[in-house]
């Protein structure tokens, strides 16, 4: 790997893992068939969150100290375009139909929406305090933000684009995962050595 090695993503057919290397501005390409590094993509500042398309086609990459989005190209592994959000862009989800990308900007308590078919940004929400986590859940509905310092999770509503709910949970939540069935979040909370488990179906 490079410098750093910090978030990682899979090409959907399984071939490929992506990985951003933090200190060094790179992004790594690793062929699973080999288990070796075949290219390594020079992207912004400090990549840190990184989310592939759902055909495959594309990764984002949020670079935390550039205010930027590296658009890589997976055919070239070259960087096609890049977009300008908030100030400290760390996690970054796109919708299972591949039309949007959610990034949440740390240092602005926001989360830029992206049209991945212009890679413009469409909207840009105000969350809670110190954004770093998102996902998307399987049915591309609602998307989950974790406030870092803001000990909760914000809910925003796709379709609507707008903050649905708040929801409390441990200190610092800095990461999730959800079910491939959409009924429950794991959410990792590192201040206290804890993960909280949130019913997501009652939306």
Same mark, same amino acid.
């Given at each position: ?83 300008? =959000? ?18 949440? +900007?740390?240092?602005?308590?926001? !989360? ?6 212009? +890679?413009? =940004?469409?909207?840009?929400?105000? !969350? ?24 909760? !999770? ?14 409390? !949970? ?10 491939? +069935?959409? +009924? ?20």
């Amino acid at each position: 790997m490079g410098d750093g090695p910090t978030k990682i993503a899979i090409t959907p057919n399984g071939n490929y893992v992506y990985v951003t290397n933090w200190h060094d501005d790179t992004v790594s390409v690793i062929s699973t068939s080999s288990n070796s590094v075949v290219n390594t993509i020079a992207v912004g500042d400090t990549p840190y969150g990184i989310a592939i398309t759902p055909n495959g086609n594309y990764a984002y990459v949020s670079n935390y100290y550039h205010t930027t989005l590296s658009v890589i190209s997976t055919s070239s592994n070259s960087v096609v375009d890049t977009i300008s =959000v908030g100030n400290s862009p760390a996690g970054v989800a796109i919708t299972p139909d591949g039309n949007y990308a959610y990034v949440t +900007n740390l240092a602005d308590n926001t !989360v830029s929406i992206i049209d991945t078919s212009t +890679n413009g =940004v469409v909207d840009t929400l105000l !969350v809670g305090t110190d954004p770093a986590g998102v996902e998307i859940t399987p049915d591309g509905n609602y998307t989950y933000v974790l406030n870092w310092h803001g000990n909760n !999770v914000s809910v925003i509503d796709t379709s609507s684009n707008s903050v649905v709910d708040t929801i409390p !949970v441990g200190n610092s939540p800095w990461d999730i995962a959800i079910t491939p +069935n959409g +009924n429950f979040g794991y959410i990792t909370n590192n201040g206290d050595n804890t993960v909280t488990m949130v019913y997501l179906r009652s939306y």
